[in-house]
């Protein structure tokens, strides 16, 4: 089974960054697809980047030229690196393993494992 821990949360001011990273365990997640999503205060979990098994990343609109995912086969883990950060970006965020290859990231459903999150704080 795939274990995630996500870690890189933290607080931070507006116009700031930070790179979240998920390390997983159990299997290799080069050939996987991995996914972030987030969850504000008051608001419904969000799709908020993904990295198919073959390297095509998806944004959501929100963090287009903002946020970048990218995965590092060595280590086993994916990152989120998130710049010009804005309050509205305050967040739990978790990443996300599909483990078969479906041509769809943006929902929960595609994903079958999850992390426990780490929380991301901006301030204004």
């Known amino acids: 089974q795939v274990q995630l821990v996500e870690s890189g949360g933290g607080l931070v001011q507006a116009g700031g960054s930070l790179r979240l990273s998920c390390a997983a365990s159990g299997r290799v997640i080069s050939t996987y697809a991995m996914g972030w999503f987030r969850q504000a205060a008051g608001k419904e979990q969000e799709f908020v980047a993904a990295i198919s098994w073959s390297g095509v990343r998806y944004y959501a609109d929100s963090v287009k030229g903002r946020f970048g995912i990218s995965r590092d086969n060595a280590k086993n883990t994916v990152y989120l690196q998130m710049n010009s950060l804005k309050p509205e970006d305050t967040a739990v965020y978790y990443c996300?393993?599909?483990?078969?290859?479906?041509?769809?990231?943006?929902?929960?459903?595609?994903?079958?494992?999850w992390g426990q999150g780490t929380q991301v704080t901006v301030s204004s």
């Open positions: 996300a393993c599909q483990v078969k290859r479906i041509n769809s990231y943006y929902s929960r459903g595609s994903y079958d494992y």
